[in-house]
């Protein structure tokens, strides 16, 4: 919860608003998926899960949007991109 948060905290910081909340709820999930990934626990790996099948449209959706668009792309041009344009890159 506090990795998916403080993006919400960044984003607010770095004055990026009026995202989709698909995009934004998005953006915080991958946040929290990397903050796991990066923990290598047997919890992290878990909720790491969670995330991936999460079938929620606006937090499992906007994850595997905002993941698929980092895998196209690299994770700051996805960021410059939303900052832009309100939108994920296609």
């Known amino acids: 919860v506090f990795a998916h948060e403080l993006g919400h ?26 903050f796991h990934r990066d923990s290598g626990s047997q919890e992290g790996r878990v909720y790491m899960r969670m995330i991936e099948e999460d079938q929620n449209r606006v937090y499992g959706e906007g994850f595997r949007n905002l993941r698929e668009a980092v895998g196209h792309h690299s ?12 939108a994920l890159p296609v």
Not at 12 to 32: W, Y
Not at 75 to 86: A, S
């Open 9 to 34: 905290a960044w984003l607010f910081l770095e004055r990026i608003d009026g995202l989709a909340p698909p995009i934004e709820e998005g953006f915080c999930q991958v946040m929290a998926y990397l």
């Open 75 to 86: 994770f700051v041009y996805v960021l410059d991109y939303i900052r832009q344009n309100k």
